[in-house]
């Protein structure tokens, strides 16, 4: 049965892989442990926060971690925190993904999958962006190389509104 549920997921994240700007919603709130403590939406108020929903199985989460980390480090002086959250049934595939691929942003993990089903998410990876009062302004379905431009540009344009 999880297999099945790996391999509807991929096949949706091949087909789909879209951008999504939204008028302006409030971000469900999230409270999810790290490897250093808990993470709350709550402590980035006032910043641009992309939020990725993603798994050890996921192949399109390999790529986009490298994306997230070079994004991370390029906007965090600018206000920018990313958040990706594992929905792994086990910390253990999740420290095995991250020692191939490593974050250097903050990674949360909600294993019941409570805070997706909040976000709507259907595809993985999906990532949603915040501007600073917490509303969600983009929803990116999918991760292909060939949208890092576009999806920076989003990130670019969201850190100069205040």
Known sequence: MRN??????????????????VSAQQAPAFSLASDNGEISL???????????FWASW?????????FMNEMQKKYADKGLQI????????????NAFLSKYPAQFKVAYDPQGTTPASYGVKVMPTSYLLDRRGNIILTHKGFKQNQTKELEQHIVEALKQR
């Not at 709550?42 to 990725?52: F, T």
């Not at 192949?59 to 971690?65: D, I, L, N, V, Y």
């Not at 958040?83 to 999740?94: E, G, K, V, W």
């Open 4 to 21: 099945t549920f790996h391999f509807l997921f991929m096949t949706l994240a091949l087909l789909v892989g879209s951008n999504t700007v």
């Open 42 to 52: 709550d402590q980035y108020r006032n910043k641009i926060v992309y939020v990725d």
């Open 58 to 66: 996921c192949k399109p989460c390999r790529e986009s971690f490298s």
């Open 83 to 94: 958040i990706a959250i594992n929905l792994d049934d086990q910390r253990s595939a999740a």
